[in-house]
């Protein structure tokens, strides 16, 4: 059975933008992963300590059979490929791939919360979701558009 997903892509060391588009790129070719589309770059203001570089986040949706804990490890092995550096809580990462929604189900689990619970205080994710899945059903039960229509943007901006 095929499941939709929608991931959040973020970084903020060494080249941040090159990271978040090579690290496209390999999840594009995934063979697990199918019909893969990725929201525009923003770059963002830090959430957390301010004392860190700004960040460049995408969010992606594509389709997969993986079940959601292997597809965690597929997404945690990438990060891995990128050399992650996961330093003090809410500190800089060079690459981090956060599962926001698998297809509409509700995940408890030790190493996976989903729907991700930051989505709606974030506008790094809600304004790249609401770009690729404007209809898209929040657990408030707002559409995405409609969310990243009240988020305050915070600096957010395009970059590519
Ligand atoms: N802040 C921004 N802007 N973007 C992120 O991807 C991000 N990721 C994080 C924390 C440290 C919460 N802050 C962030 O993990």
Redesign the pocket.
Known sequence: MVHRCFI?????LEQPLITVQRAAEVLARHPALHNWRCSSLYQ??????QD?P????AVACFDTELQPLDLLDTLQSIEQQFGRLRGR?????TL?L?LLFYANENINHERLTVPHP?ILE????LIPLAELAPDLLLPTGQTAAVAAQQIPL?D?CKVV
């Open positions: 959040g892509l973020g970084a903020n963002s203001k830090p959430m957390g300590p860190q700004d960040y460049v986040n809580r809410w500190g800089p990462r981090d956060d930051g974030r506008e790094f994710v915070n957010l």
